[in-house]
């Protein structure tokens, strides 16, 4: 039985520290990628009224609960070149992202029920343009650690312990656990979006721009550019 952060969290006492490091070691593509827009293709989308930093949208983690996108004031967003230049799929620097309505549709296609989503408008300049806000509806407990090293650290704030899970190499998910899973986030690798591999193939295939991926938690090693 493979187990997740959950059980190696229970191993630790509270005030202590401990790096669990990979069982196994892969050669193997990562067939899970984290998602980034592209900046290659021009400058993000602006979202101008954004909201107070402790109810920007949230994925959800162990410590503080999911803030959806539902409840938010209409986004009011604006791309500062020709509208002809957008892409399909914008970051906004918190849990929720701008995706176009055909990717959007590709997504639902392949993994049917798996966004929060709802529509909203870019301004550029005399243009109205609708797209889509959206993050992924799940947010599940999927690390493999038999291939994944966490590390796991205990620091004293005051009269308080605070707990962090970090992923030194990168991660590794449980394609068991994610059979028939295309997109969704993870309650340990905290505010990104994941995506199969499949569906950025998809996504090449059916000519979306925006995006980039790589290996999930990193910062480096990119896979794909779209």
């Known amino acids: 039985m493979i187990r997740t952060v959950s059980d190696l969290l229970a191993d630790v006492p509270e005030g202590q520290s401990r790096t669990f490091e990979a069982s196994i070691s892969e050669a193997t593509r990562e067939p899970y990628v984290q998602v980034n827009f592209n900046h290659d293709h021009g400058p993000p989308v602006v979202w101008s009224n954004r909201p107070a930093f402790e109810e920007l949208p949230w994925m959800g983690s162990r410590t503080k609960a999911r803030i959806g996108i539902a409840q938010l004031a209409?986004?009011?967003?604006?791309?500062?070149?020709?509208?002809?230049?957008?892409?399909?799929?914008?970051?906004?620097?918190?849990?929720?992202?701008?995706?176009?309505?055909?990717?959007?549709?590709?997504?639902?296609?392949?993994?049917?029920?798996?966004?929060?989503?709802?529509?909203?408008?870019?301004?550029?300049?005399?243009?109205?343009?609708?797209?889509?806000?959206?993050?992924?509806?799940?947010?599940?407990?999927?690390?493999e650690t038999s291939r994944t090293t966490v590390k796991i650290e205990d620091t004293k704030y005051h009269t308080q312990w605070i707990r962090s899970v970090r992923f030194p190499e990168g991660v590794w998910f449980d394609e068991e656990k994610l059979r028939?899973?295309?997109?969704?986030?993870?309650?340990?690798?905290?505010?990104?979006?994941?995506?199969?591999?499949?569906?950025?193939?998809?996504?090449?295939?059916?000519?979306?721009?925006?995006l980039y991926t790589c290996r999930p938690g990193t910062v480096a090693g990119s896979i794909d550019y779209l």
């Not at 009011?76 to 230049?85: A, C, R």
């Not at 957008?86 to 990717?103: M, P």
């Not at 199969?196 to 090449?204: G, H, I």
């Open 74 to 143: 209409e986004p009011n967003l604006s791309y500062e070149e020709h509208p002809s230049k957008l892409v399909d799929f914008y970051s906004t620097g918190t849990s929720a992202f701008v995706i176009s309505e055909r990717l959007r549709s590709l997504i639902e296609e392949v993994d049917p029920g798996s966004l929060e989503a709802r529509q909203v408008f870019i301004n550029a300049g005399r243009s109205r343009l609708a797209y889509c806000f959206v993050m992924p509806a799940r947010n599940l407990n999927a690390v």
């Open 180 to 210: 028939n899973i295309y997109q969704f986030s993870d309650i340990d690798v905290l505010n990104v979006w994941i995506w199969s591999q499949e569906l950025v193939d998809r996504a090449k295939n059916e000519g979306i721009k925006g």
